[in-house]
């Protein structure tokens, strides 16, 4: 079977890809989006090329380093980051240096675009980002359901819960490593969320909404969420700038101000460290037609 994916590579669970298929049952195809395929690749050093793919496709390094080239530009992926490949025919590849372990869903359905825009990619081009380790661990979930069950619908209810559970560890909301969050940090997760990410909670404050000693609280987020609370925190904040300047028409000090950032320097350095392009650059971008969903593009039907 030909790999959904890259070019010239079979998938087959006795090779470097691993892939399946979802075919939705009723009720999922009337939610208006859901995961299409997903799966897994192991590859060493070289170039492999992107085939054309009706869907939007969320894409991770997992281990290792990769660069997508993608209509002549580059974007270098290290591990834990991802971006979403956008629908379309376009001129892709991923060029591995040495060795690179990568995971991908496929998105589809009339309000996938949606889903995509919710998860702070644009539609017309890729963007880096980082990925919580709550989203890796249940974009490993999915691929290992989608196997199991690839080309039916068996599990066609888990999958979707799956895939809304990567939106909601996107937007901050309590997804836990394995099954839930402890009371303990859930308080802090929330409390973090309530005023939208405009305040700085030091370790010390957070450590104290948890009722636990500082270095308790950082090894019990540590543990459930899988990253460290700061990292996790400036995640967040960047998401919700990124909201703010594409979908409220804030100015970038604007955004700055209301995630806690007054220095619109200090603000446009952590933006660009994480998403990659500056938050002028990532407003010039969004504002394009072919940003939305109405001038969202499928790959041309010959």
Known sequence: MESYLFADVEAAADTMVVEGYHKPGSLTRSSGAWIHAAGTAM????????????????????????TLVWQGHELTLKQQETCF?????????????ESVRCVWIALEGPLAPMVVRKMGALLHMPLKQGALPSQMYLA?????????HTDTSDATYQLQHLMYGMLASHWGQPVAMDAMLSHEIAKVVDTLRANQYKDNFSLAEMAAISRMPMETFRKRFVSEVGMPPLSYVLHCKMERAK????????????????VGMQDPYHFSKQFKNIVGISPSAFMKQAAKPDATIRGSSKVEKK
């Not at 090329?49 to 496709?57: A, E, G, L, S, Y």
């Not at 909201?243 to 209301?258: N, S």
């Open 85 to 97: 490949l956008p629908a379309g025919n376009r001129d892709a590849a991923l060029q591995i240096d």
């Open 43 to 66: 590859f060493e050093a070289g170039r492999r090329p992107i085939k054309p793919h009706d869907q939007w496709i969320w894409f991770a390094v997992e281990a290792g380093e990769a």
């Open 140 to 148: 490993k979930q999915i691929v290992q359901v989608i196997v199991r």
């Open 243 to 258: 909201e703010l300047l594409r979908e409220e028409g804030h100015t970038v000090r604007q955004a700055g101000i209301e």
